[in-house]
């Protein structure tokens, strides 16, 4: 079937088989090597994408739902405000930019800060127990979110 | 163990179709005629790795239905479409639903889980472990059922029919979640697990009531995750409504010990019969035990 959707800002029209998930989508026909796949089942958050602003596991997702909606991949926020405090965040406290977690804990924090311009701790843990982190320690993180939110609405 | 293609199962036999009906006429008439074609919702359950989807000759999505997508409040209920994701119901906020059912909805797996998972979704798959099917059974919901030919509605009590199975004839598709909207001034949810939030729980309990002047006027309690469907029993309730508290030991003994009758629990890898046996009577008799300390103690 023909899957028609913007995806990291770009309009695309690309030939997907019906049970294909969005997960193989993006990976094996777009490329987007950010976008894995571990658990399979929702769980590890690895494949985590954000469907029309909103965090979504793509491995769940049959590619046929993503027809006439905006797919983001960590790719996409390259201009984004908030991945760039983030960044910086993680470079400055020499936090490892690990390609299993951390394409995920960036996206359902921008999730976060576009909805909720001051997150509360409590919102903040809800949105990061999304992904399972065993690298940087959810704590850090926590402190990277409320201090990027406090720097950017000051 | 990052590559897809290693991971995900090879997809088998023939490439399969998908209808997506954008109205209800749309989707009954294409059910009567394919009624073999797997009704997807949100494809949490039905994961495309998994074999429901694979297996699958015809899919028809029922997320594009507009109908199924609405929520109506009136004075009297909710009706609650159940091609709805679970965080749009959620959004609707804490005070416009009941707060059995809030509490419910939000124990369903993770936020971006629930931004995909439907609560028709959740009923359909007849899961014994399901929370909000638990709080549904205590608020006493009903089911609207169609099929092309009229419809008819079914309370929840008698939509699951064992563990995986469903009350749901050939070409009858759920079109309608239809949640009384009473007064209760208690209501507690809560959900047991032995293996953390990630595992299914060992057991499910759901009570609401009306108490005032020290005596209960009303109360309900359902048990999810124990048998193979939920359990909610009248005969137990029924002695309670119009009793003074505090309750008494002799009183509080005997709707335990009618509950453990009722009791013929799953057998899991998550938790043992007899822990989930002993479980559910100790969480009702802590629910009753709290009543007497109405109005001291708040729920």
Not at chain 1, 3 to 10: A, D, P
Not at chain 2, 117 to 133: E, I, Q
Request: charged share 25%.
């Amino acid at each position: 079937m023909l899957l028609r959707c913007t995806i990291n800002g770009e309009e695309k029209s690309l030939e997907v088989p019906p049970r294909k998930s969005l997960l193989r989508v993006l990976r094996e026909d777009l490329g987007l090597k950010s976008v894995r796949g571990d658990c399979h089942s929702g769980v590890c958050g690895s494949c985590l994408v954000l469907l029309d602003g909103d965090p979504v596991h793509s491995c769940l997702v049959p590619a046929f739902r993503a027809e006439d909606t905006v797919v983001t991949t960590v790719e996409g926020l390259a201009r984004s405000r908030v991945y760039g405090a983030l960044r910086s965040f993680l470079s400055e406290n020499r936090l490892p930019y690990c390609p299993y977690c951390t394409p995920g804990l960036l996206l359902v924090v921008t999730a976060l800060l576009q909805k909720n311009r001051n997150p509360n701790a409590a919102d903040i843990r809800e949105a990061l127990s999304e992904i399972l982190c065993s690298c940087k320690g959810y704590s850090t993180f926590q402190d990277a979110v409320l201090q990027t939110s406090r720097n950017r609405f000051r | 163990m990052g590559d897809a293609r290693r991971q995900t199962p090879v997809q088998s036999g023939r490439p399969g179709k998908i209808h997506r009906p954008q109205h209800l006429n749309e989707l009954l008439a294409l059910y009567s005629r394919f009624p073999d074609a797997l009704l997807l919702a949100g494809a949490t359950g039905a994961t495309p790795a998994g074999e429901a989807l694979q297996g699958a000759e015809r899919i028809i999505d029922l997320t594009t239905v507009q109908e199924l997508k609405r929520i109506r409040r009136t004075d009297r209920f909710m009706d609650i479409g159940p091609a709805l994701t679970i965080s749009r119901i959620l959004s609707t906020g804490r005070h416009v639903i009941p707060r059995v059912l809030y509490d419910a909805l939000r124990s369903v797996g993770s936020p971006s889980l629930r931004n995909c998972a439907t609560l028709g979704g959740n009923l359909a798959l007849a899961s014994p472990y399901s929370c909000p099917m638990t709080a549904l059974l205590a608020l006493e919901s009903r089911l609207e059922l169609r099929t092309t030919s009229g419809s008819r509605w079914l309370p929840v009590s008698r939509f699951a029919a064992g563990h995986g199975k469903t009350s749901l004839r050939r070409g009858e598709v759920l079109t309608s979640i239809r949640v009384p909207l009473a007064e209760w001034n208690l209501g507690v949810f809560k959900r047991v697990c032995t293996r953390g939030e990630l595992a299914a729980p060992a057991v499910i309990f759901c009570g609401i009531g009306r108490l005032a002047k020290q005596e209960i006027q009303d109360l309900r309690f359902a048990i999810g995750a124990v048998n193979p469907t939920g359990i909610r029993d009248r005969r137990i309730e029924t002695p309670l409504v119009g009793q003074k508290l505090p309750l008494s030991g002799r009183e509080i003994d005997g709707v335990c010990a009618q509950l453990g009758e009722l009791i013929e629990p799953v057998s899991d890898p998550f938790s043992t019969p007899e822990y989930r046996r002993i479980t559910a009577v100790r969480v009702l008799r802590w629910f009753i035990e709290e009543l007497n300390r109405y109005p001291v103690y708040s729920f």
